[in-house]
């Protein structure tokens, strides 16, 4: 597997200004980066002054497929590891035994695809979009 880097833990939260609110003011984290997914969720990238690693808080509206029933404690939504070309790392990921849960699609100038590790904990890959007119066409 060529993975360049872990690159950010995302967890699932309940209140996403509640949750902005705790890990900017009590933890001093800083936010360095916001969107919409294109399943109707929303995403926060909070980085601390001193570490690379970021921490991308998820929230996802009621009856969204995504949005499970909330247990204290198992927020754990995924993984992410950045890696430089997205399709062929699933599809090498798949046939080493890795479950594929969404396969690779684009969002804006990024490509993902999500994977499942053998608990069902979801593993992002996450690239830049690349156009190939091999991948493209099928």
Known sequence: MSVVRFTYTGIRVTNLKRSLDFYQKV???????????????????LKSPNSPQRLELNWYPVGNRYCTKYTK????????????DV???FDS????????AIAPFREG?????????????????LGKFRASKKKRQS
């Open 27 to 45: 933890l001093e984290m800083k936010v360095i980066l916001r969107g919409k997914t294109e399943r109707r969720g929303v995403y926060v990238h």
């Open 73 to 84: 404690g198992e927020e754990l939504d995924h993984l992410a590891f950045w890696v430089r």
């Open 93 to 100: 990921l798949v046939r080493r035994g890795a479950e594929p």
């Open 109 to 125: 100038a990024y490509e993902l695809a999500f994977l499942k590790d053998p608990d069902g904990i979801w593993i992002e890959l």
């Open 87 to 89: 399709h062929s790392e």
